[in-house]
Nanobody, 128 residues
């Protein structure tokens, strides 16, 4: 059974930074693409960033380009999201997810249906 556990969320002032982690257990972590999504109150869950199995390709939503960086450490079965220059509109619950096997394109990784396992989420709150 695959489990994904996020950590690293918290309260930060605008302009600050946080680093989220997602630890995976079960399955073969290094064979799968991984992604981060987020969901703000009253809004749909939206794509933030994705990374392929080898870290050779990354994908980002336009609203985080230049501020967030996704990375992974296959030896530690962990994917990370470094978030810099945080804004109040970044406030949300952040979820990591495991991509099903298949081609990765920006259009594909944005689609929530392309993921088969999700973590429980970690709250990020950015104060103004």
């Amino acid at each position: 059974q695959v489990q994904l556990v996020e950590s690293g969320g918290g309260l930060v002032q605008a302009g600050g930074s946080l680093r989220l982690s997602c630890a995976a257990s079960g399955g073969t972590f290094s064979s799968y693409g991984m992604a981060w999504f987020r969901q703000a109150p009253g809004k749909e869950r939206e794509f933030v960033a994705a990374i392929n199995w080898s870290s050779s390709r990354t994908y980002y939503a336009d609203f985080v380009k230049g501020r967030f960086t996704i990375s992974r450490d296959n030896a530690k079965n962990t994917v990370y999201l470094q978030m810099n220059s945080l804004k109040p509109e970044d406030t949300a619950v952040y979820y990591c997810a495991r991509k099903t096997h298949g081609v990765l394109t920006l259009e594909v990784v944005r689609n929530r249906q392309q993921y088969d396992y999700w973590g429980q989420g970690t709250q990020v709150t950015v104060s103004s």
